[in-house]
């Protein structure tokens, strides 16, 4: 069997999807080459290879895209975490904000293992937990 000639762009694609990209594959083929070009067949190897440094460079592999939706409220909720207390000197106590969550989360489960759609549910429950610690 031949490999697939584009595995390299997949692997890359992939990676982006689970840290929250949205964008299309034509999206970064024309940012990539200024609007001229919008498929993997219309780049020449040479383009190819220089487009997947490109979107490493990019996209890093070690950052989670900063603005997905996911992040936006999950930084929400440790904003408030921090707002009643939940403070390890200058930063957030992601350990107790961890078991919090674990605790009375109500999927019982980590803070990034909630999914976009489980999200809002977990973000309500902290704002009434974040109110009740004000009256």
């Known amino acids: 069997m031949k490999p697939n000639k584009y595995a390299k762009y997949f692997a890359i694609e992939k990676r982006l999807r689970a840290q ?63 707002k009643i207390g939940y403070n390890d000197g200058n930063f957030a106590d992601m350990e107790r904000i961890t078991a919090w969550v674990l605790k009375y989360g109500y999927l019982h489960k980590r803070l990034n293992d ?8 977990l973000v309500t429950q902290v704002e009434q937990y974040y109110k009740s610690t004000l009256e």
């Open 114 to 121: 909630y999914s976009l759609n489980e999200l809002p549910a």
């Open 20 to 82: 929250g990209y949205d964008g299309t594959r034509a999206g970064l083929i024309l940012e990539f080459t200024n609007d001229r070009k919008s498929g993997l067949t219309q780049l020449s190897d040479n383009e190819y290879q220089v487009f997947l440094m490109w979107l490493n460079d990019t996209y890093p592999a070690n950052l989670s895209m900063p603005d997905s939706k996911e992040n936006i409220m999950r930084r929400k909720m440790i904003a408030l975490f921090r």
